[in-house]
């Protein structure tokens, strides 16, 4: 999923230690109008693995392709073998306190919206309205011949009707919600077809070597160039996806902050990077703001 990322940074961008001191964000958020734009950084508290922050997967794991998924049936049978038995942690993951306070910000007219690198659909489980999905969501599927969008835990139910028996127990999980299964445990998975015209399947997500649908594109940069300042959550910015967001507003002279507790390719643009985990920064920042938080508590 996502284009193929650039692993390491010139030695000419020597990344900055980052600081501890929440305030500037406190400071943009109180003037409002904040346009938050997160990543896989956001998630890892509820459960779902960074690709490349400490224990990153990337090193062990190379997404597949949309070239290599449209152009082969044994590399879609590899795909949603490991891909269902990842819907069961994705399906199971909940919104972790980031994601709480990002909503509450929402809910408090303090943000204009929020982008999302990520597909798994927490920022709006945890309440958050004006949200842009810009790799798209595993909740959805899409069929490559009549365009059909339908629910991912249908295609699940099916999958599994399809595989009674398929048990396998995967290596690791991933932030794609990609099991990492051998050939030898992928076996004679049966991958199901479109129910109304027999096409393919493909997860509504954007894979590596796809490009972002230029309308999602669009409708970002129009977000931030509305903003008063972009808030990176959680992304080392290493693929242009996101990072092009990052150039606009340090372009329009729009401030950039961050909170990322490594060094991220869009440092040099930003105002400030928080180095900090998110959930206990973002609630904190929540506190000075005094804008309440739902507790963790199931509703
Ligand atoms: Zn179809």
Request: hydrophobic share 35%; glycine share 10%.
């Amino acid at each position: 999923m996502r284009m193929r990322p650039t692993l390491s940074w010139s030695s000419a961008e020597d990344p900055e230690p980052g600081t501890t001191d929440p305030e500037p964000v406190v400071d943009a958020l109180s003037a409002g109008g904040v346009l938050v734009l997160s990543g896989a950084g956001i998630s890892t508290e509820s459960g779902i693995p960074d690709y490349r922050g400490e224990g990153g997967s990337l090193s062990r794991h190379t997404p597949m392709t949309y070239q290599e998924f449209t152009s082969s049936v044994q590399a879609r049978r590899r795909y949603w073998a490991r891909s269902h038995l990842g819907w069961r942690t994705f399906g199971r993951a909940l919104p972790n306190a980031g994601h709480r306070a990002v909503a509450a910000f929402e809910r408090h007219g303090l943000l204009s919206g929020v982008i999302t690198q990520n597909v798994d659909g927490l920022h709006q489980a945890a309440g958050s309205e004006h949200v842009v999905e810009l790799h798209g969501s595993l909740a959805r599927v899409v069929c490559l011949s009549c365009g059909a969008f339908t629910p991912r835990r249908e295609l699940a139910r099916r999958l599994q009707e399809a595989n009674t028996g398929f048990e396998p127990m995967p290596a690791e999980i991933n932030p794609d919600g990609d099991a990492d299964l051998s050939d030898e445990q992928v076996g004679d998975f049966r991958v199901v077809p479109c129910a109304l015209c027999g096409g393919i399947l493909k997860p509504d997500v954007v894979f590596f070597g796809e490009a972002v649908p230029p309308q999602r594109v669009e409708d970002c940069r129009q977000l931030v160039r509305a903003a008063t300042s972009l808030l990176v959550l959680g992304s080392s910015l290493t693929v242009m996806s996101g990072l092009r967001f990052v150039r606009q507003a340090a372009q329009d002279r729009t401030p950039v902050l961050i909170i990322n507790r490594d060094p991220t390719r869009g440092d040099r643009h930003a105002l400030t990077r928080v180095a900090l985990p998110l959930g206990p920064a973002l609630t904190g920042i929540a506190a000075r703001l005094g804008v309440p938080v739902d507790s963790d508590e199931p509703s």
